[in-house]
């Protein structure tokens, strides 16, 4: 994806399919969603999380926003943030200096910019929750 709209498929190509290695299918993970309804809508925000806890302790986080940047992005600080926190300790550990760093969005008629960026921490925060329940 290289941003709305646009891919890098050629003229010709199709995507035949989406192969996921086995090691992503590991852990809890969440995907929540801002928007106008619960369906059928175009996004404010949304986030998807993935974490593997192992003996109380985050030991790998993926955390990704949507709606906030040309193409959903990966939050590397908030992951990075997140391994080994324990699971007491992990939404804390979200940070929005570090979920908004990675983020570019724009003002459109469904949120500002700024609206965006606060969302997407907050989301990202309920995102960590809601995978280590």
Request: hydrophobic fraction near 55%.
């Amino acid at each position: 994806l290289l941003g709305p709209r646009r891919t890098a498929l050629q003229p010709g190509e199709m995507l035949a399919a989406v192969v996921i290695p086995e090691p992503a299918l590991n852990g809890r993970s969440a995907f929540v969603k801002l928007g106008a309804r619960s369906h059928l809508v175009i996004s404010i925000a949304m986030v998807a999380a993935r974490l593997v806890v192992e003996g109380g302790l985050v030991r790998k986080a993926s955390v990704a926003v949507g709606a906030c940047s040309p193409v959903a992005v990966r939050l590397l600080a908030v992951e990075a943030a997140l391994a080994g926190a324990t699971v007491a300790e992990a939404v804390d550990r979200v940070t929005a200096a570090d979920v908004q760093a990675a983020l570019s969005p724009i003002d459109d008629v469904r949120a500002t910019a700024g609206y965006r960026r606060m969302a997407a921490v907050e989301l990202v925060r309920r995102a960590v929750a809601e995978a280590l329940a």
